[in-house]
């Protein structure tokens, strides 16, 4: 059964003062899809199944039940921030190595700050996914496609850059 779900008991952090607006969330760990808020819930974030093993794309695709589309949310830090593991190869974090490219990787035993996600209430259920430095997840040019690339950008507020979890 799906649960729609990101308040868990309702704590915030403090008010942040760059990226996207609002405190950061505490997620429930768990398993999730990450539905884009353009069209929902018929697209969701996926990972590429081409690639080695240290690093593989991560994009839009269309709603399915293959563990590539789901996304385990851990938090070693007990704070209100998360690693978010690829269901299929969970040693991929979703990462923001740089600006404008996401990206599964690989850290192995050293992980680093381009993994780490905060989740920040962008109204009516939906979230902003924001990564240490800032910058909110985002589907580029807001297209509706298979393979469409998930990058990082500055906060606008558009729904491209709008993402429901829905626990799985």
Known sequence: MKNETISGDGKTSEQTTKGAPGNNMKVPLGTYKIYSSLSYPNW??????????????????????ETESTWIFF?????????????????????SIKADSVVAYNYGNSLSKSHRWSVRDA????????????LVLDVKQS???????????????????KFKLVRI
């Not at 938090?75 to 990462?95: A, Q, V």
């Not at 109204?123 to 902003?128: A, K, L, Q, S």
């Not at 297209?143 to 850059?161: K, R, V």
């Open 44 to 65: 969701l974030v996926d990972m590429s199944l081409s690639g080695g093993n240290q690093e593989r794309n991560v994009k839009l695709f269309q709603d399915n039940n």
């Open 75 to 95: 938090n070693e830090e007990n704070d209100y921030t998360y690693t978010i593991r690829n269901g299929k190869e969970r040693d991929l974090y979703l990462s």
């Open 123 to 134: 109204g009516n259920g939906f979230v902003y996914i924001v990564s240490a430095g800032e």
């Open 143 to 161: 297209i509706t496609a298979n393979n469409t690339d998930i990058i990082t950008s500055g906060y606008a507020g558009t729904a491209n850059q």
